[in-house]
């Protein structure tokens, strides 16, 4: 059967993030120090410590540890780390966020935008101004910190195996205005070189399309699993089910078959970015 697991909303302000604000204050309180003490022992400002007491920014998992460690908690801060983290993630996007980071392939077709994992700072940070209804800026910021700390995926080693197929209609929609839509093409030229990565357009001219049912990511796990995930307006789910799963791998294949080339594809950006 599909995973269909329902996730508790970690928003700023709510559950896990209150949890361990409270901690992290009543380790300091104990330890006998004031949130500007805690600061300049971690490289944070007292501001910034507030924020993580009161719930109104995700602690990154460095800071954790440097905390736990210099208010001697004996690993009770360092044991949040891992649901902290997820608090990043709206709760849609958890359990694929956390296969993503472990995969050592993944194959992803996108119909709307540029993938998350290619998007520039500016593009995620306009598409998530897009977003209705409205995010609130402090959700805005964590999401887009979140969305490029997924992109260290790249510098992974192992080095994993990453293709993407991408419709030639997301590529000539200029989300956040013209500089926004230059640098995000631009750097997906510069992603394109690299030796693990494969970008490929499908041409608005193809007279056959295999993937009108819509997007999705294909990912296989260190210990052999094929998973798939998908979502449409925040209904996300994992299939684990080796039918439905071959499946779209199937799709993908003959997605890539009728999509630009590479080399084609990047010469399609090239010619873009000429146009413009």
């Known amino acids: 059967m ?3 697991v329902q996730q508790p909303e970690y928003e700023v302000g709510t559950g896990m993030l209150c949890v361990f604000g409270r901690q992290l204050k009543l380790f300091r309180e104990r ?4 949130r500007a003490a805690l600061g300049s022992l971690t ?18 998992t460095k800071f954790i540890d440097q905390a736990d460690e210099v208010l001697g908690t004996g690993g009770v801060l360092s044991a949040s780390k891992e649901e902290v983290a997820r608090a990043q993630y709206p709760a849609f996007f958890r359990d694929a966020a956390k296969l ?3 995969a050592v392939e993944l194959h992803v077709y996108d119909t709307q935008l540029v ?3 290619l998007q520039t700072e500016e593009y995620a940070r306009a598409v998530f101004a897009m977003w209705q209804p409205l995010l609130d800026e402090a959700i805005t910021e964590q999401r887009v910190v979140a969305r490029l700390a997924r992109q260290e995926i790249f510098a992974r080693r192992p080095t994993p195996h990453l293709s993407f197929v991408i419709e030639e209609a997301v590529l000539l929609r200029p989300l956040g205005g013209e500089a926004v839509w230059r640098g995000q093409l631009e750097h997906l030229m510069l992603i394109a070189e690299k030796r693990n990565v494969v970008i490929q357009v499908m041409p608005l001219s193809r007279q056959e399309h295999a993937g009108l049912a819509g997007p999705f990511t294909l990912m296989e796990t260190k210990d052999g699993r094929r998973i798939a995930y998908t979502e449409v307006q925040g209904d996300s789910r994992v299939h684990t089910e080796r039918r439905k799963v071959r499946g779209l791998e199937r799709t993908y294949g003959i997605l890539r078959a009728q999509a630009h ?6 010469a399609l950006i090239e010619k873009l970015l000429g146009e413009r």
């Not at 400002?45 to 007491?53: H, L, N, R, V, Y």
């Open 2 to 4: 599909d995973d269909e």
């Open 31 to 34: 330890a006998g120090m004031d």
């Open 43 to 60: 490289g944070y400002s007292a501001s910034t410590i507030a924020s993580f007491e009161q719930a109104r920014r995700i602690p990154p």
């Open 100 to 102: 993503e980071a472990e």
């Open 115 to 117: 993938n998350g994992l």
């Open 261 to 266: 080339t590479p080399t084609e594809s990047l």
